[in-house]
């Protein structure tokens, strides 16, 4: 795939795609579809704040008219991601393939760690078109970028892992920073590190990361991972939120670096490194 070829792929929004992967999690789609019900303004953050402590549909959300709930639930699926396999770990991580509504394969992971703390890594694209030598993703086909409310449904389903949320978690706007995962721990931090690369689909991932907070997950833990993608990259550095970077170095000697990551030979490492520091 040439360069061209990779900056059309992931720039050029498909209609349909978007189409098939529209859920509640879709906030511009679900304020939509209640404005259309005559509901008032505030309802769709009233949904979002009872998907962010962890309910695992509308049915749980017992503040919302039992009609209200009975027609979301016919009229707005509430996740486009379906779960094809969850594989556990004796340390407690848990690694998620799922399959988006047209059939994209996607990973995310929660891991566990002694101190207390658990984290999520979670994809930005299925497949990923800058084909670095040593990672399974960069074989597989690239299909396309994931959409906002693919990347947080993501976070949501190890949200969900904590079992049904209390009425009075969804009342509070920050409620679910005071959530835990299944082994009783808060979920504090986030890293772009799965499937994809991120500065490929950073329109995307920044307004996911603008959601994060709501479930716990500050800009301050949130780092967004890149093989060294500068357009990406100023884009980050242009927005207000406090997030990390993170950069996937694997050789500094450039002939090497190149071997490993045909993306050197578009960018050398010493320009990603001058707009990292810019």
Known sequence: MSWTEVMAAT???????????ETAMDLQLLEQ????RGEPAFRARQIWRWAAAGARGFDEMTD????L??????????SSLTLRREAHARDGTVKALF????????????????DGRSSICVSSQSGCPLTCTFCATGRMSFARNLSVSEIVEQAL???????????????????????SNGAGRPITNCVFMGMGEPMLNIEN???????????????????????????????LAEQDMPLRLALSLH????????????????????????????
């Open 99 to 114: 399959a988006t509504a047209d059939e994209r394969p996607l990973e995310a992971v929660l891991m566990r760690y002694r």
């Open 205 to 235: 991932v920044l307004a996911a990361c603008e959601r994060l907070p709501d479930l716990g997950i500050t800009h301050r833990r949130t780092a967004i991972s890149t093989v060294g993608w500068i357009p990406g990259i100023e884009r």
């Open 157 to 179: 389903h190890f949200r969900r892992m904590e079992g049904p949320p209390r009425a009075r978690a969804a009342s509070r706007t920050n409620g679910a920073s005071r959530r």
């Open 11 to 21: 720039i050029t929004p498909s209609r349909d795609l978007a189409a098939a992967g």
């Open 251 to 278: 050789a500094a000697d450039e002939a090497l670096r190149s071997q490993l990551m045909p993306v050197n030979d578009r960018y050398p490492l010493a320009d990603v490194i001058d707009a990292c520091r810019a």
């Open 69 to 78: 709930r009975d027609a979301l639930a016919g009229e707005v699926p509430f």
């Open 33 to 36: 579809t209640l404005a259309n």
């Open 64 to 67: 919302l008219p039992t009609g």
